[in-house]
Nanobody, 124 residues
Framework: QLQLVESGGGLVQPGDSLRLSCVAS????????MAWFRQAPGKEREFVAA???????YYADSVKGRFTISRDNGKNTVYLQMNTLKAEDTAVYYC??????????????????WGQGTQVTVSS
């Protein structure tokens, strides 16, 4: 099992950067695919990025080239570096962990463990 705690959200202006962190407690962190999803008001939860062992990464088209997902297995932590933020990136961002495979990597149902979420607001 994993317990996930996100941090790093906040209020920023368009064009700014933020780095989200997700610390996992539990066992076998290395064995899990880790992902970030987000949910804006009135919208469904959507895939943002994922990382599988050892460093294979996947991104939503809307964030490709601006966001970078990474993990530090020694610290049981996954990061989401978000650059050139836009107003449409405003959402609650959730960290997720699970045994997702290639065909399910973007599907929230493939992840068993979720954090509580951290708010990211991009506004001038």
């Amino acid at each position: 099992q994993l317990q996930l705690v996100e941090s790093g959200g906040g209020l920023v202006q368009p064009g700014d950067s933020l780095r989200l962190s997700c610390v996992a407690s539990g066992t076998a962190f290395n064995n899990y695919a880790m992902a970030w999803f987000r949910q804006a008001p009135g919208k469904e939860r959507e895939f943002v990025a994922a990382i599988r062992w050892p460093t294979t990464t996947y991104y939503a088209d809307s964030v490709k080239g601006r966001f970078t997902i990474s993990r530090d297995n020694g610290k049981n932590t996954v990061y989401l570096q978000m650059n050139t933020l836009k107003a449409e990136d405003t959402a609650v961002y959730y960290c997720a962990g699970g045994r997702a495979i290639l065909s399910t990597i973007r599907n929230p149902d493939a992840y068993n463990y979720w954090g509580q979420g951290t708010q990211v607001t991009v506004s001038s």
